[in-house]
């Protein structure tokens, strides 16, 4: 495990978070609960069915005693009655949302809302789709706030680039093909994500194939005027583009090909010009450097809701929980 999620899990222990399972009966999160408990850094409470949950982890010698287990199949008429309400204007009645908060996604987005739990994790085997309605249904977006998106931190070992081998990649996890205002909005979204959760000043670079003009193209307008947006909206941020990857990160390819830019060569925060380059670039780094790939975390929700790749470890899970209790310390 790297130093940067080390590091996270050490924030995570001075002010200690709960944070619900929602996939209590899968076994990656039954480890990774066992994990956390081990290691101290977070609260847990498992969703599903407790016997099966409780023998799963014996049968695997797996030490989940004095972690909390709810089953959300027995309903919940106070989390029931607060979604009947929230969604009235769609037609939900209350027998609907009874059968609605029996999900154990629901459940524990509506845990969050009534601030039983300071935020949750799921997606080892739901759906990134799954995993989002129920948090935009009942927790909305975050104040100021005009798009969710999704990002990954990516921790490369002995990477020379980006903050000691540690960047944000986004959006690389939800928004398919965003608009020129959507990626404006992604990059400051994602930049306050890095400031808040790697502690070091973000230096964005907005990814194109081409760099500071030397491609004509639709798409590469998008970027440039992306790149406008964004430093209208956030003068204050080290933000450039459009810049090609490796203007972005070498500091030697940077000084040959956009000797102006302050973040040419030493960004840390890479914004993806549509998911298809964000997903790729992500499971690339993650397979051919071995790198450490922590998401798809959510931005922009009013509370932390954090999704998994089905792929992902229970380790990978584990260190999720830690970001996800150092984004509710933050809020």
Do not use: W
Request: charged share 25%.
């Amino acid at each position: 495990m790297s130093a940067f999620i080390d590091g996270l899990k050490a924030r995570a222990r001075e002010n200690m978070k709960t944070i619900v399972l929602a996939e209590g009966e899968e076994l990656r999160t039954i480890r990774a609960a066992a994990i956390v408990k081990a290691e101290g850094y977070a609260k847990n409470i498992l969703l599903g069915d407790p016997e099966k949950i409780r023998k799963m982890a014996a049968d695997e010698g797996l030490d989940i005693d004095g972690i909390e287990i709810i089953d959300p199949s027995e309903g919940n008429e106070e989390f029931a009655e607060l979604f009947a309400e929230l969604r009235k204007k769609k037609g939900v009645t209350i027998e609907q949302a009874r059968e609605t908060v029996k999900d154990p996604l629901y459940y524990g987005v509506m845990m969050v809302k009534k601030g039983i739990v300071d935020g949750m994790v799921a997606g080892a085997v739901n759906s990134s789709a799954n995993v989002i309605r129920p948090s935009l249904q009942i927790l909305k977006t975050a104040p100021d706030t005009k798009l969710v998106s999704a990002f990954f931190i990516i921790n490369v070992p002995d990477c020379e680039y980006g903050e000691h081998g540690t960047f944000i990649f986004g959006d690389s996890g939800l928004n398919q093909d965003p608009t020129a205002e959507e990626l404006s909005e992604i990059a400051i979204s994602s930049a306050k994500s890095f400031h808040d959760l790697v502690g070091a000043e973000p230096k964005v670079a907005m990814l194109s194939y081409s760099t500071y003009g030397s491609a004509k193209h639709e798409r590469v307008t998008k970027v440039q005027e992306a790149t406008k947006l964004a430093k209208e909206k956030a003068p204050e941020l080290e933000l450039d583009g459009e810049l090609q990857l490796d203007a972005a990160i070498v500091a030697s390819v940077g000084e040959q090909k956009a000797p102006s830019s302050h973040v040419a060569g030493h960004a840390n925060v890479l914004i993806f010009p549509d998911l298809d380059a964000g997903n790729i670039g992500y499971k690339l780094v993650q397979r051919l450097a071995k790198a450490e790939a922590y998401g798809p975390i959510l931005q922009g929700i009013a509370a932390p809701v954090n999704d998994l790749s089905r792929g992902c470890s229970a380790e990978d899970i584990a260190g999720v929980v830690a970001i996800t209790a150092v984004q509710a310390q933050n809020k």
